[in-house]
């Protein structure tokens, strides 16, 4: 009863100088879950469908939508970072970005200067020429001309086994702009990736007077070991981490959904052997 009465003299007290109680301080609240850290994802927007742009500019394809999915497996996000083809490594040695996913083959030449993951996807090359063209070997094209993306494992094929043989082989910046030479009847084909030609090129308008020649290419010495994500020597913790996501979404149904988006049409699982 004491107690209550001191309670009520305090009460009153405060009241009769103005003040009122002080009430209770809200309860701290929960701090903002942190941000995902950002992956800066390199590509090249030139290769359809493996990685190109929607009429809005975004850019989409194969690659990209790997790299999101890859993305979402070690809690980050992705922030992509369009590049030319030819100034991909030394733009990722000069820390523009963290690693390279835009059908970058892995091959014996690049492993000298970057590290790459296990590979996610592997597809043979072949020649494209007018349907006109017999084709038997290199030298039954003598003469003709063979446009190639710049610093491109197909480039590299035609410069060792094409340019030898008397084909004239002229190097691009950009596969499109191949494709817009072919056209316009500067020249009469290229060497590129199957899926990438099929799907880019020759099941358009403007290939239908085209074909695929010859057999698949797929020599190592040239076209390496399957496409892979490319990353700076020394990241060893990254790569870990990114070859667990890509056996993660070869295994849970992922990459199959993504493969059937692109590819179902054809048949085929990209991944390879």
């Known amino acids: 009863m004491k107690k209550l009465f001191l309670g009520l003299a305090v009460l009153s007290l405060l009241a009769a100088c ?24 390199a590509i090249d927007p030139t290769y359809e469908p493996f990685t190109f742009k929607t ?20 809690k980050r996000k992705c922030v992509f970072v369009e590049q030319v083809w030819d100034s991909m490594i030394p733009g990722l040695n000069a820390k523009k970005y963290d690693v390279i996913i835009s059908s970058m083959s892995i091959t014996d030449d690049r492993l000298k200067e970057v590290d790459f993951t296990d590979k996610y996807y592997n597809t043979p090359s072949r020649i494209v020429l007018k349907k006109t063209v017999k084709y038997t070997d290199p030298a039954s094209i003598k003469g003709k001309k063979i446009g190639v993306l710049k610093g491109s494992t197909q480039e590299a094929y035609a410069m060792g086994e094409l340019k030898p043989a008397g084909v004239v082989v002229n190097s691009y910046e950009a596969q499109d702009q191949v494709y817009l030479d072919i056209k316009s009847g500067r020249l009469d084909g290229t060497v590129a990736d199957f899926m990438e030609v099929t799907g880019g090129f020759l099941s358009k308008p403007e290939g239908e007077k085209y074909a695929l020649a010859g057999p698949d290419l797929k020599e190592p010495k040239y076209f390496g070991y399957g496409a892979g994500i490319a990353l700076r020597k020394g990241e060893d913790a990254l790569k870990a981490e990114l070859n667990a996501a890509i056996k993660t979404i070869r295994s849970n149904g992922s990459y199959k959904t993504l493969n059937d988006k692109y590819f179902a049409k054809f048949n085929i699982d990209v991944y390879g052997e």
């Open 18 to 41: 103005g003040k009122k109680p002080e009430a209770p301080a809200p309860a701290a609240s929960e701090p903002a879950a942190a941000a995902p850290a950002e992956l800066k994802v």
């Open 55 to 74: 009429a809005d500019g975004q850019p989409t394809g194969f690659d990209v939508d790997i790299a999101n999915a890859v993305c979402e497996q070690i």
